[in-house]
């Protein structure tokens, strides 16, 4: 798939007017049919503006440049075509980390957020279904004899990893061997070659789209041919908000259905992540 591919091909008609869409068939393709949902505004966004905050260091969510401030990434494409739909302007927020967007919800400053999906997590906000699939690995010294994931698993293997992060949760509740050494912020990675070389740590984990990124630009470093683990990337609302959750759903369901997180991927040009599969 072509990076510049125009994204939203399939998601056209607003969302409060009910319709239908078919795809014409064509080798090998199968028709897509998209339900139009009525939503109201007002269950949406009740400021007037859909208002979305999300991990601003997180390239698989998003990137902010620096210039501008302006967001792109899947999840700026999904607010923009949300927004659209409901026929509302809407603000995107980077947060510093999940606590920031998991607080931005509950004092109501901000309408939805995004985050990975984890137990402690969900029982502070409520977790619509996955719109992308995010694998996370681990980041190596080149002449590191880590290869795989359970290479990394041994006894006197030394895991840097960020506190708080979805990655780090995960190989906290199943690494068997190995010792996590956490970090209250990531380090650069010109930092984190210098902890490799001291013997501090012997590997970082972190999500496989920004570890891919630090082994392109540093010849002495590479990524574990394979993930520990496969997180699923959802939007986030205030706990028991099931007006604005149920909205969210079927807007995720129509738009797993189509080409709409697959060419914002592209569009981002990221590796390591996956869009969630279609429903049916």
């Known amino acids: 798939m072509k990076p510049n591919r125009p994204v939203f091909n ?28 009525p939503v109201l505004a007002s269950d949406l966004a009740p400021t007037g503006t859909l208002r979305a905050t999300f991990l601003g260091d997180n390239p698989v969510q998003g990137t902010v440049d620096a210039k ?22 809407y603000a995107i927020k980077p947060a510093a980390d999940s606590k920031e967007v998991i607080d931005s919800l509950n004092n109501r400053t901000a309408d939805i957020g995004f985050l990975a999906w984890e137990a402690e997590r969900a029982r502070q906000v409520d977790f619509s279904m996955p719109y ?15 290869k795989t994931v359970s290479d990394a698993d041994q006894a006197g293997v030394k895991i840097g990893a960020v506190q708080g992060q979805s990655p780090t949760i995960y190989l906290m509740e199943h690494l068997k061997n190995a010792k996590i050494i956490t970090w209250a912020t990531a380090p650069s990675f010109e930092e984190l070659q210098k902890k490799f070389a001291s013997g ?15 082994a392109d630009r540093y010849p002495s470093l590479r990524v574990a041919q394979d993930n520990f683990t496969v997180l699923e990337q959802a939007i986030v609302v205030q ?8 909205i ?4 995720l369901e ?19 992540v996956d869009p969630a599969p279609p429903l049916h």
Request: net charge positive.
């Open 254 to 272: 129509e738009a797993r259905a189509s080409t709409l997180v697959r060419d914002s991927i592209a569009h981002a040009k990221l590796v390591g």
């Open 10 to 37: 399939l998601l056209r008609s607003p969302l409060r007017s009910a319709c239908h869409a078919r795809l014409p068939q064509s080798k090998g393709l199968v028709f897509l049919v998209l339900a139009c949902i």
């Open 248 to 251: 969210i759903n079927e807007f």
């Open 200 to 214: 501090e740590v012997d590997a970082f984990a972190a999500n496989r789209a920004r570890l891919i990124l630090a």
């Open 68 to 89: 501008t401030g302006v967001v792109s990434g899947p999840i700026a494409d999904i607010v923009k075509e949300m927004a659209r739909r409901a026929g509302v302007p």
């Open 132 to 146: 992308l699939l995010m694998g996370s690995s681990y980041l190596v010294p080149a002449s590191s004899p880590i």
């Open 239 to 246: 706990k028991g908000d099931t007006a604005r959750l149920k």
